[in-house]
């Protein structure tokens, strides 16, 4: 489309400010605070469909099975935001990693591990998975949903059968994914599975040929669990092996897109957190933890991320970061931190505010993952596990708030590097377990 020569494509020089007066924008947020903070947009709907009621109609017709949350994962209920009852595996989880953590964001992974292993938690960490492509799909658009529902039928059934290599009974291990983009991602195409023989028809010819498929029938998980909603629900016990003091700590919370927009009906909402007006997880965890919780202005806006912004206008999604995230918890809500649970959001705010100086807007706030900030509290080492040196953000003013030697930590993290470089490698994880395919695991 074109305007006097000038093409708008809705990026580039193209982009307008909207020259708001202080009142149209205060406007603009009090319609945020009185429709979303009540949730009026999500539940003022005639009818919405709980798509677990298409998935045990398709088992009973034999056309799926699905994989169960059972007693042996100790489920702990958790209600939804229509209040329907949602199922939580809190033990013989799999690891459903994520790119953008394990690449960019390493304490945040090691930070879930850790937590597990202070609480006894069974768990498989394999390496027999693949990224859920979904940023591909979102960023540039040259994914389709038949890939993307391969993809997601592929890893849950690869978590279905993956406790094969220990001798174990398929199904033991219920897969529990770390990232909310994935998460989102899964919720979406489940239904589109649900609805569409089309699809579970073209998907069920590939994964055929994959030999994913379970009596000739697509695997399907009763819940989609983001790791969130496990520490949501294991805030209690968490939160009774705290070591640090967390009173004097202010904290917002910054709710991802892709966990609680995206098919809203699945998300965790809590009356005990919030009077049950927002998704309760990270919230949830700070609250247990004896944080303040500060409430700002642009708590409903995104990151600013946006998968396509964060590729073809990289400015605006900075722009955004600054202005209506960062520089409103700083001056408005004088936060020490911001927490989130989304591998996107934490770069996004975290990563972007170094740019902010160029243009007289040194905004400085660490950004942390609510299990990152949970394992900091119970004693998690802050470089060894935490890794807040793997964050652009500076970390030593938070670090010192809440009584933690920065400095003698960092001498710590050093000379621990050198016993690596020695070869004398501790871990987190016995890394035999990893292997499942080829040899598979060995005793």
Not at 50 to 63: H, I, S, T, Y
Not at 125 to 142: L, M, R, V
Not at 335 to 357: E, F, P, S
Not at 362 to 386: F, S
């Amino acid at each position: 489309m074109t305007n006097s020569g000038e093409r708008y494509t809705g990026h580039g020089e193209e982009w307008r400010d909207a020259k708001l007066s202080a009142q149209d924008a205060r406007t603009a947020t009090s319609w945020v605070e009185q429709k979303i903070d009540k949730r009026a947009l999500l539940t003022n709907k005639d009818r919405v469909e709980d798509v677990r009621d298409a998935m045990w109609e398709l088992e009973k017709d034999g056309q799926i099975i699905v994989h169960r949350v059972g007693d042996q994962h100790e489920p702990v209920g958790a209600k939804t935001l229509y209040g329907w009852d949602k199922k939580i595996p809190t033990n013989q989880l799999w690891h459903h990693k994520s790119c953008g953590q394990c690449g960019n964001i390493p304490g945040y992974p090691a930070s879930i591990l850790w937590l597990m292993n202070e609480n006894g938690v069974r768990y498989l960490d394999e390496t027999d998975q693949t990224s859920c492509t979904a940023w591909n799909y979102h960023g540039s658009g040259i994914g389709n949903i038949v890939s993307l529902a391969a993809v997601f039928l592929r890893n849950f059934h690869q978590a279905y059968v993956s406790a094969q290599a220990e001798g174990l009974d398929p199904g033991y291990y219920y897969p529990l994914v770390h990232c909310g983009t994935s998460f989102g991602n899964y919720k979406e195409i489940r239904h589109f599975l649900m609805h569409s023989a089309e699809l579970r028809e073209q998907v069920r010819k590939i994964l055929a040929k994959l030999d994913r498929l379970i009596d000739g029938k697509l695997l399907i998980p009763e819940e989609i669990v983001h790791y969130s909603e496990w520490l949501h629900v294991m805030r209690k016990k968490i939160a009774a092996r705290q070591q640090i003091d967390a009173s004097n700590l202010r904290v917002t919370i910054h709710p991802a897109c892709h966990v609680y927009k995206m098919v809203p009906e699945d998300v965790i909402y809590d009356d005990d957190v919030l009077d049950g007006n927002r998704v309760a997880v990270s919230t949830g965890i700070m609250q247990e933890m004896g944080a303040q919780v500060i409430d700002y202005s642009t708590w409903y806006d995104c990151c600013g991320f946006g998968f396509r912004h964060i590729i073809s206008e990289r400015e605006f999604t900075r722009s955004f970061a600054i202005d209506r995230k960062i520089k409103v918890a700083v001056e408005e809500a004088e936060a020490d931190v911001m927490i989130g649970h989304d591998t996107g959001c934490i770069t996004t705010l975290d990563k972007n505010q170094w740019i902010g100086k160029a243009v007289d807007k040194a905004y400085e706030l660490p950004v942390l993952a609510d299990c990152q900030m949970a394992a900091l509290l119970c004693g998690a080492h802050p470089y060894k596990i935490v890794q807040v040196h793997w964050h652009a953000s500076p970390f030593e003013g938070l670090l010192e708030k809440i009584g933690i030697d920065w400095q003698a930590r960092k001498a710590e993290f050093e000379a621990y590097l050198e016993e690596v470089a020695a070869g004398k490698i501790e871990n987190l994880y016995d890394a035999k377990r990893a292997i499942t395919s080829g040899e598979g695991y060995q005793r």
